[in-house]
C-alpha cells in the first residue's frame, strides 16, 4: 500500500470500550470487520504505519497511552480511613465524656490530638503510596512500532490509535489492537479473563456479539504473547482499552499492605481490645473503692491511651516504604512489596549468568575450523581487529603463529564460519559517541564484528542471497538458523546454523576443509576443541552450513539433521562484572547460598563461576548439566541439588523443578529469568528478579523484583535491605513498646492503690504522639549496621521479637514503672505541687525513651560505640523533642493545657540521673546477655 498522507475525515471511532460505555451498539466493533475495513476506518496503512505528522496530531487529539491516575478514594476518603480505628473511637469516646464531664479545655485537647494524629497518618499514608507508584515509572515498557514504513522502538506511552504495533513472544501487549498478520501467536491473557492457559490467535472476522475472551483476532492491553509474533492496529489506548475499564471498574487501590502489615495490625486490634477491657475491670474496681466515677474515668482513659502501641502500624508502613524507596536507589524495583519481607529471610539465589554474573559484552577472541586455530585481537564492538594464526599452534597452512591473515585466502572453514555467523544473525552494530553501541543480543553482535574483522563479505552475500527464512534462536533450541536464496535464479540455498556445539554437532555429518571442501566429521576432535575453550571461560559457538538446489522447501520441511557441514568454532569472551565476586562473597558470609543457573557449556559455567568465587568442579557433583539432572533419582534430586553450585544447560522446565527441590528443604528462594519460559520458575521462586534491561515483559510481569541493571551485585544489595527493614521494625518495637507498657503499667497501680495518677490522659497523649513521630520514625532512617550481613537469615515466621529483645522490654518497661513512681512521689514528699510532680514525671518518661532511643539504633552494639551522627533524622528530632518538652513545662498556654507547670533545676538534675541510670542498666542488660535476632 502506497504511503498517503492520513487526515481522518471525522475523529476517529471510539473503542469497544468507550463504545460500550456510549451505549452504542450500532457502530460495528473492530473484531467484527475485515482487516482493510479497521484499516480503512482508522485511516492507517497496514504495511508502513502511520506517519510522523500524523502521530503527532493523533497524540494531541487522543492523549498518551497510559492508564488514568488510580483513584486513591480521594482526600476526603483518605483522611476518612484514618478515623477508621480503635485507638481513634477510644480517645473520641473519651472527648464526648470529658465535655459532659464539663472538662472542655481536655476534651478540646484530645480532639486536638485526635486531628494531628489524623493528619500525620494521612501524610505517611499519601508519601508512602507516591513512593510505590513513583516506582511504575522506573520499569518502562517499549513497543515496536512500524511509522513510514521503518521499523521503530518508542515508550509505550507514545502509541497512538491507528499505529501499527509489532509484537513477539515475550513482550507485553501495549494497547488494544486488531490484528492483521501473524505467525503462531499464543497470548496468555489472564490479565483480563482470568484464564491461565495461553489461547491461540487467528484473524478471521467474528461475530459482532463475541465475548472479549473469544476474541481471537484481537490483542488486549496488558496480556503477553507467550510464543509465535504478530502485528496489530491500535483500536484503542490508556483507559479507552479493555485493562482500562477494568481498571475502573476496580476503583481504589490496593492498600498498603504485606502479611507483616496485616499481622500487626491484628496484633494491635487485639491488644487494643484487651486493654479496653482492663480499663473497664480498672474503672470498676476503682468505683467498687469508693472513688468518684469522674476520676476513675479519667484514669480508665489514661490506661487504655497509655497502653495501646498507636504509632506501630504507621511505622511499619513508613519503614518499609523507606525500604522499597532504598531498594530502588540501588537498583531494585520492587513491584510486590511482600517480597520485601522475604528478602530479609532469602537463604539461596539462583542466578544467570550471562549479564548478571558477566557483562553481557562479547567480544570473539578465539577461532577454531577443523584446519586450525585463530586468535581475534580488538575489544569491545568497535571493527578494529585482526585475525591472527594462533599462538596456541594447528594453524592452518603453516602460518606462524600471530600472523595476521585474511581468512579467504587461507582457511575457508573460517570464512565460512565467520560469514554464516554473521548472515545467521538479527544484530546490529552502529557508532555511538566515541564507541560502538550493539542493538540485538550481544552474542550475535560479537559475530558480526568478528565477520567483519575477517573480511568476510556479508553485504554482498545477502545481497546476492537474500534470507528467506529463519528459525529463531530460543532457549530450548539452543541455535538459529537462517535460509538464503540465491538470486536472480534461485537455483540454490544455503542454509546457516549457529548454536550451542552440542545442539550443532547433532546436526553435521561434515566438516569443512581448508579448501571449502567436505569430509567426514571427526566429532571427537570437535568436542576436544571446543572444551578446551571453554575451560578458558569462553562462550563456544558452533557454526554451520548446507547448500542445496532449490526445491521450494522451506526451513521447517529441510531435513537438517546429519547432512551439515560444520565450519568451525567461535570463541568469546564475555567478562564478569566487577562487583560480582564481592557480591557473591557478601553472600556466603551472610548465610545466602548462591547458586549459578545458565543456559551456557558447563566448562564455561565452571570457570566463570570461579571467577566470581563459587567452587565448583566440572564432574564432582558439584556442577551439574540438565542431562544429569534428569537422570538423578526423584528421591534424591533435592539433595544434588542442594549439594550442587552451578547448573549448566538447563531449560526453564529444570529451572521450575530446581527451586522445587530447594523449597521442600525448607529453602527461602530467589530465582531470577528474562524469558518468556522463566515465568513459571519466577512465580514459583519465594523472590522472582526478572532483568530489567534484557528480560522479556512476561518475565518483568511474573517477577516480585526487576532488577534496572541486571547485575548480580543488586541482588545483594535487596538481600541487605531486605534485612535492613526488618532491623529498624524490630529497633521501633523494641523503642516502643515499652512506653506503652509503663504507662499502662503506672495507671494500673495508681488506681489498684487508689493514689493520685502521676500522669494524666492528655499527658500521656502528648508523650505518645510527639515522641513516637519525633524520634519512633527516625528509626526507618537508621542506616544499616555493620553485621547486617554476617547473620544468619531470619527463620521465615520467625516472630519480631525475640525471648532476649522481650525481656528487654519488659526491663525498661519495669525501671520508666519505678522511676516515674519514684519521681513522683519525691517531688510530692519534698514540696512541689501535683502539677509539678506530673511535670517531672512526664520529662522522665521522655528522657528515658531519648536516651533509650539512642540504645536502640543498635540491638547488640553500645550506643557509644555507633557513629554518633550516623542518622540525622534522629539528632533533629531529639532536638525537636527537646524544645517541646521545654514549651510544654514553661509556657503558660501548655501548662494551661496539658496540666503541666515549670519545674526547677534540682529536678531536671533527677530527671536526667534517673534516665541515665536507666541507660546504664540497659547498657549492662546489652553486654552480658546475647538478645539475638
Ligand atoms: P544464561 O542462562 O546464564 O543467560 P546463556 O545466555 O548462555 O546463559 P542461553 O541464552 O539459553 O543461555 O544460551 C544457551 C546456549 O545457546 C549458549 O551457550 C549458546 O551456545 C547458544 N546461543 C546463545 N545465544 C545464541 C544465539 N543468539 N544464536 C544461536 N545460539 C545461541
Redesign the pocket.
Known sequence: MPAREIRPRSPLPPSPAGRRRQNDSSDPAHHGLPVHEVVLLLETDAARGLGHDEVERRRVQFGTNELPRRHTGGIARKLGRQFNNPLVYVLLAAAVITAFLGEFLDSGVILAVVLVNTVIGFIQEVRAEAALDALHSLVRTHAAVMRDGERKQVPSEDLVPGDLVLLQAGDKVPADLRLVRLSALRVDESALTGESDPVSKDQVVLPQVTPVADRRNMLYSGTLVTAGSGAGIVVAIGGETELGEIHRLMGSVRPVATPLTLKLARFSTTLTVAILALAAVAFLAGLAHGEQPGQMFTAAVALAVGAIPEGLPAAVTVTLAIGVRRMARRRAVVRRLPVVETLGSTTVICS????TFTENQMTVRALWTPSGRYDITGSGYGPDGHILASTAGGTAGGQEPGAAIRPKDRDAALYWSLLGGAACNDASIRPEGPGWLARG?P??AAMLVAAGKGGARVRDFLAANPRQGELP?T?ER???ATLHASTPTRGEVTVFV???VERVLELCGHEMDSDGGNRPLRRHAVLTAAHALADTGL???ATAMLRLPADGGTLSNIELHGRMTLTGLQAMHDPPRSAAAASVAACLRAGVGVKM?????VRTAVTVAAAVGLDAYHGSGSALTGAQLDAIPAGEFANAVERATVFARVSPEQKLRLIDALQSRGHVAAMTGDGVNDAPALRQANVGIAMGRTGTEVAKEAADIVLTDDDFATIEAAVEEGRNVFDNLTKFMVWTLPTNMAEGLVILVAILLGATLPILPTQILWINMTTAVALGLMLAFEPKEPGLMSRPPRAPGRPLLTLGLTVRILLVSALLVAGAWWLFEHEVATGAGVAQARTSAVNLFVAVEVFYLFSCRSLSRPAWRLRPFGNRWLILGVVVQAAGQLALTYTPLMNELFHTAPIGTDAWLRIFGLALLASLVVAVDKRFRRTGF
Open positions: 544467570d549468568k550471562t549479564g543480543d552474542t550475535e534462536f532457549s539452543q541455535f538459529m549457529k548454536g550451542a562462550r563456544v559457538l543457573i545458565t543456559g551456557d557449556h
